[in-house]
């Protein structure tokens, strides 16, 4: 075979293989590719062979993790806030025109601790403003708020507050401010009652705060800074949370929200998805870190509190009529006495007083129950009337007595 018929032979032979290739892989590769998009396209375009392969409003994608590892498949389905949106514009006009803004304004006297070359104390005095929210609870101008908004006096070796001077109500959409009164207020409850002389005006409309759910949306309206009425909202956080006032005088059983809080919010709203009244914006944790954590009294533990505040322009209170120290496991033991109430004062003509309580008794059980602080005995008392009788155990000079005390009237301050 010369040069030019072994070129003949290799190349039929490349001629062979390409062919074959062609005809054996290419082919059927294009063949099944093209099959197959013809497939889809029909299957996508039939709707309900469309929404088995991708349910209808699923939208998916693929993520990757630590560079491209562990592909998984990740749900983003869209979430419409219409209907949050909504819920949040029917609550707002349906509480807006039953919220106020209260503006105070009362004298304030400073005093130096250094006294002049003529032996007087330097004094000085100024005026002072504060501002907050209230309620409209009926067509006639009664508005409730809290006790603090109203309360301005307190004093001290360098200060003298006045109670204030003057009160101003702005009503939602109305440049008049109005005069109001104090009908009565309640510091242990942090409530107060104010009234204008104005009608026609729309009450707020109460929930049952017994209700109240976790998790549910709340809105907080008030007069956040003197701004004027504005809203913010967020959820329920928690029920029946237990706080202190920020003088740890004064405790709260409360609503907690993470909808903002923010001073001038105090007496103002916090309301549900119906712009109903589920409490009264009272207090805010405000401290380096804390953020979204507010507290409102639960509407249904106001109710009477109000009513008592307008009949009697005070609260009537079961009173017993004794300044006492809690006494623990440890404290008892170092003294060597029982653990329990330690008696410090008996107020005179107390119902302690005249049921024969004395300074250095240890109450230690009430009505059955086992007591060692004040608020376990306050809580006890707090479920009866005046004129009912608690059956006190006391421990007095190592020897047990039991004592029938008749409980007298506490008026509020």
């Given at each position: 075979m010369n040069e030019n018929e072994f070129k003949n032979v290799i190349n039929n032979q490349k001629s062979y293989h390409t062919n074959s290739f062609a005809k054996n892989i290419i082919v059927p590769f294009l063949?099944?590719?093209?099959?197959?998009?013809?497939?889809?396209?029909?299957?996508?375009?039939?709707?309900?062979?469309?929404?088995?392969?991708?349910?209808?409003?699923?939208?998916?994608?693929?993520?990757?993790?630590?560079?491209?590892?562990?592909?998984?498949?990740?749900?983003?389905s869209m979430v419409s806030l219409t209907n949050y949106s909504d819920t949040a514009i029917f609550a707002a006009n349906k509480i807006l025109p039953s919220i106020v803004g209260i503006s105070i304004t009362y004298n304030v006297t400073t005093s130096s601790p250094f006294y002049s070359m003529f032996g007087q104390n330097q004094q000085s005095m100024s005026q002072g403003s504060g501002s907050g929210s209230g309620i409209i609870i009926s067509e006639d101008g009664y508005i409730v708020t809290n006790n603090h908004v109203v309360d301005s006096s307190s004093s001290s070796v360098y200060y003298d507050i006045s109670e204030a001077t003057?009160?101003?109500?702005?009503?939602?959409?109305?440049?008049?401010?109005?005069d109001a009164k104090i009908v009565g207020k309640d510091s242990q409850t942090d409530l107060a009652v104010l009234k204008i002389e104005k009608t026609g005006l729309t009450a707020a409309e109460f929930a049952d705060s017994d209700s109240v759910k976790v998790g549910e949306f709340a809105m907080a309206v008030g007069n956040p800074l003197d701004l004027g009425t504005s809203i913010t909202c967020g959820i329920v956080s928690a029920v029946n949370r237990k706080v202190q006032d920020n003088e740890g005088k004064?405790?709260?059983?409360?609503?907690?929200?993470?909808?903002?809080?923010?001073?001038?919010?105090?007496?103002?709203?916090?309301?549900?998805?119906?712009?109903?009244?589920?409490?009264?914006?009272?207090?805010?944790?405000?401290?380096?870190?804390?953020?979204g954590i507010g507290f409102a009294i639960p509407i249904n533990s106001t109710t009477d509190?109000?009513?008592?505040?307008?009949?009697?322009?005070?609260?009537?209170?079961?009173?017993?009529?004794?300044?006492?120290?809690?006494l623990?496991?440890?404290?008892?033991?170092?003294?060597?006495?029982?653990?329990?109430?330690?008696?410090?004062?008996?107020?005179?003509?107390?119902?302690?007083?005249k049921a024969g309580l004395k300074i250095g008794d240890v109450i230690f059980e009430v009505d059955g129950k086992e007591v060692s602080t004040m608020n376990e005995l306050n809580d006890i008392k707090n479920t009866h009337s005046i004129g009912d009788t608690l059956k006190l155990k006391i421990n007095?000079?190592?020897?047990?007595?039991?004592?029938?005390?008749?409980?007298?009237?506490?008026?509020?301050?």
């Open positions: 063949s099944g590719v093209l099959g197959c998009s013809l497939v889809l396209g029909v299957c996508f375009g039939v709707p309900s062979i469309k929404e088995k392969i991708i349910p209808k409003g699923n939208n998916t994608t693929y993520s990757s993790q630590n560079n491209s590892q562990n592909l998984g498949l990740v749900n983003t003057s009160i101003k109500v702005s009503l939602y959409g109305d440049d008049t401010q109005y004064s405790n709260y059983t409360c609503i907690q929200t993470d909808a903002a809080i923010n001073a001038g919010n105090s007496g103002g709203a916090l309301v549900n998805s119906q712009g109903q009244v589920i409490g009264i914006n009272t207090l805010k944790v405000s401290s380096t870190g804390v953020e509190i109000i009513n008592q505040l307008i009949t009697y322009k005070a609260v009537k209170r079961p009173y017993i009529g004794i300044s006492a120290r809690d623990n496991d440890t404290t008892a033991q170092k003294y060597n006495l029982r653990k329990g109430i330690y008696i410090l004062s008996i107020d005179e003509y107390s119902a302690a007083e007095r000079d190592g020897q047990e007595k039991e004592i029938t005390l008749t409980l007298g009237e506490q008026h509020s301050n």
